[in-house]
């Protein structure tokens, strides 16, 4: 099993939003107890990631725009958009007009060196764990969230650190970890090989299984 710190903030978050944050005290804390746990299960490793996740976050934010506007501008006209969008999906169709094929090839160059890095960076490991996003559970119809000195939309912070794999096609599943000190949940993502889907399920509910038995006692009523 690969451990590592979750990918870095990279430029053009969310497709136009400020770059996703480093996680917070409260998340890494969990993260950190929860390999600290797992370690009786599984052997665990340091991967390497300087460098792993530079430019994925910007291309998948550029695929996303491009390929999810030509398929709402094919189907909707923008008088249709207009009254039936809500405003963030709105605003979004409008980044992507302005995307040109020119940064669509370039986004799909980057995608495939950043797959290439990250099975280079899982040639000794089966799966990479990390925290699934860089904040805790939000507040019910929370549109926006402040993470330290970042402030960005909800939707950002939870895809932050996801949507690399999505972008490079590996597998990848969360749950949830040990809610500590009163904080909100956050959890924990795990990573396998493209391919390698039922490996994933099987080690994910290794871990769940094993994190579940460090949840406090509920108290008594």
């Known amino acids: 099993m690969g451990g590592g710190p979750p990918p870095p903030p990279p430029p ?18 969990a993260f950190d107890a929860a390999v600290t746990a797992l370690r009786e299960l599984f052997a665990c490793v340091n991967v390497e990631a300087e460098g792993l996740f530079d430019g ?3 291309a998948f934010a550029h695929i996303v725009l491009t390929e999810g506007g030509t398929w709402h501008f094919r189907h909707n006209d923008a008088d249709r958009i207009a009254a ?11 980044r992507a007009k302005a995307m040109t094929l020119g940064e669509y090839a370039i986004a799909h ?4 060196d950043f797959t290439a890095r990250l099975h280079r960076a899982m040639a000794r490991v089966d799966v990479l764990v990390l925290p699934t996003c860089p904040c805790t559970a939000p507040a019910l119809h929370e549109s926006s969230i402040r993470i330290g000195a970042w402030t960005g939309t909800v939707r950002e912070a939870l895809m932050a650190y996801t949507a ?12 949830p970890l040990v809610p500590r000190d009163g904080q909100l949940p956050s959890a924990l993502q795990i990573v396998a090989k493209p391919g390698h889907d039922g490996a994933l399920l099987q080690v994910a509910r290794q871990m769940e299984q094993r994190l579940r038995t460090e949840a406090p006692a509920s108290p008594m009523r």
């Open 164 to 175: 690399p794999f999505n972008v490079a096609g590996f597998p990848a599943i969360s749950i």
């Open 109 to 112: 160059q980057t995608r495939r």
């Open 56 to 58: 994925a976050y910007e």
């Open 84 to 94: 039936h969008y809500s405003r963030e999906t709105a605003e979004r169709l409008e």
């Open 12 to 29: 053009g978050g969310g497709g136009g939003g400020a770059p996703p944050p480093p996680p917070p005290a409260e998340v890494a804390s």
